[in-house]
């Protein structure tokens, strides 16, 4: 179907895009995308994707909002500490394109019910913040074929990463982590202003991906650094021993 007159009012900075263009605009009207956490990460991914129109947007967080999350989560207000980060994130959504739809789920993702939430999807970003999570997400997109572009930002440090399939997030990190107590934003700290960076990357990397601007990036790292203020690319070699998507 072709754009309406608004959304080719709204859009029109893409538009004239030689790279995006009325087609690119469309796949991102068509694109549904999964965003696993409304916090710092999902505080930059999900404003962008939703202002650059991406059709269908689900929002699954099962937090409220903590007055520590303020420094890195400006989807988010004082007045709004105690209140569900994932209706939170929505009413911002609907604030910003009535063309999106957004859906906010107040579960936490784990291993059992991951697979069931991200399906129907067309792309899931994690912005998560433990290695259990990120674990149970890419197991369940290796196990369904689904693209994960991963960002993560502490300290100041970032990382983010587009995988399908194989390597998956699982021969990255190795085994290690499925327990759910691992550090996180919490006990490590992480500067405000990276997660907007990072969020933004990462962000950036989704829509490029969905118009197909550029190289596909998948299978390589991005890590940021903060204190440097530069990118680096590190290329992720497949673990033929990962019991998510090697062979062994
Ligand atoms: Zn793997």
Request: include cysteine; proline fraction near 4%; aromatic fraction near 6%.
């Amino acid at each position: 179907m072709s754009l309406t007159d608004q959304e080719l009012e709204r859009y029109v900075r893409h538009i004239v895009l030689p790279q995006v263009g009325g087609v690119g605009q469309r796949r991102l009207r068509d694109a549904s995308v999964a965003i696993i956490g409304a916090g710092g990460i999902g505080s930059a991914v999900i404003p962008a994707l939703a202002g650059a129109g991406v059709g269908q947007i689900t929002i699954i967080d099962d937090d409220v909002v903590d007055l520590g999350n303020l420094h890195r989560q400006p989807l988010f207000r004082e007045r709004d500490v105690g209140y569900s980060k994932a209706d939170l994130a929505l009413q911002f959504v609907q604030r910003l394109n009535r063309f999106v739809k957004a859906t906010p789920v107040q579960r936490r993702i784990d291993a059992d019910n991951a697979q069931s939430m991200i399906e129907g999807h067309s792309l899931v970003i994690d912005g998560s913040d433990n290695f259990a999570t990120r674990l149970a997400v890419s197991d369940a997109c290796v196990a369904i074929g689904m693209p994960l572009l991963s960002a993560a930002a502490v300290q100041f440090q970032g990382q983010v990463a587009l995988f399908r399939s194989k390597p998956c997030y699982r021969c990255f990190v190795g085994d290690a982590f499925d327990a759910d107590d691992c550090d996180n934003c919490a006990e490590l700290g992480v500067l405000g202003a990276l997660t907007g960076t990072v969020g933004n990357f990462a962000a950036l990397m989704a829509i490029n991906s969905i118009v197909g601007v550029g190289e596909d990036p998948a299978g390589k790292l991005h890590v940021f650094d903060g204190e440097k203020l530069s990118w680096r690319e590190i290329r992720i070699p497949p673990d033929r021993g990962c019991r998510a998507c090697g062979s062994g």
